[in-house]
T-cell receptor
């Protein structure tokens, strides 16, 4: 049981480049989310999804795009990377309305540097 | 807007001490509360999940309590060990269960041998 898998673990981008951070879960969780973690700012929600085909914005959505075509996958797209997007990104999945007793499980993170 | 606060921001204790970490939230209408541990450079590991109808949960040397009416949760660590050194985060899910988790800033714990 792999849990939540994030790829890549490390990435360096040049300003203006685009890329996709991958996230996959094998626990059949309904809910999935993306967070970024910055020193002094804690964990901030970027986008989240309550099921396949349904996504919504979190606290800091600008510059990021998501889609959820399957229950298992929730990729995060950086449209045009900026130095302010240098951060550690975490994907998480958790139980929803059907499985309310399941808490959230986090991936190991992607450390992104934009130069 | 839900806000989550953790006090203290940092804590240093000698090995063997029992300790309490605090988490407070401004909106008592929560679905559940989850405590996580994060080691430096690593992801978050779930420690305990307390549903809104529960008062406490226990796992080994850890005990988490929840008082919704006062907007507080505590994480009690018994007989602390150097391996307990990490950052501890609490997160609340709102009562509408939209899936949003709101995090506190965390308490960084150092247990000295």
């Amino acid at each position: 049981n792999a849990g939540v898998t994030q790829t890549p673990k490390f990435q360096v981008l040049k300003t203006g480049q685009s890329m996709t951070l991958q996230c996959a879960q094998d626990m059949n969780h309904e809910y999935m989310s993306w967070y970024r973690q910055d020193p002094g700012m804690g964990l901030r929600l970027i986008h989240y999804s309550v099921g396949a085909g349904i996504t919504d914005q979190g606290e800091v959505p600008n510059g990021y795009n998501v889609s959820r075509s399957t229950t298992e996958d929730f990729p995060l797209r950086l449209l045009s990377a900026a130095p302010s997007q240098t951060s550690v990104y975490f994907c998480a999945s958790g139980g929803g309305q059907l499985t309310p007793n399941y808490g959230y499980t986090f991936g190991s993170g992607t450390r992104l540097t934009v130069v | 807007k839900q806000e989550v606060t953790q006090i203290p921001a940092a804590l240093s204790v000698p090995e063997g001490e029992n300790l309490v970490l605090n988490c407070s939230f401004t909106d008592s209408a929560i679905y559940n509360l989850q405590w996580f541990r994060q080691d430096p450079g690593k992801g978050l590991t779930s420690l305990l999940l307390i549903q809104s109808s529960q008062r406490e949960q226990t796992s080994g040397r850890l005990n988490a309590s929840l008082d919704k009416s006062s907007g507080r949760s505590t994480l009690y660590i018994a007989a602390s060990q150097p391996g307990d050194s990490a950052t501890y985060l609490c997160a609340v899910r709102g009562s509408s269960n939209t899936g949003k988790l709101i995090f506190g800033q965390g308490t960084t714990l150092q247990v000295k041998p």
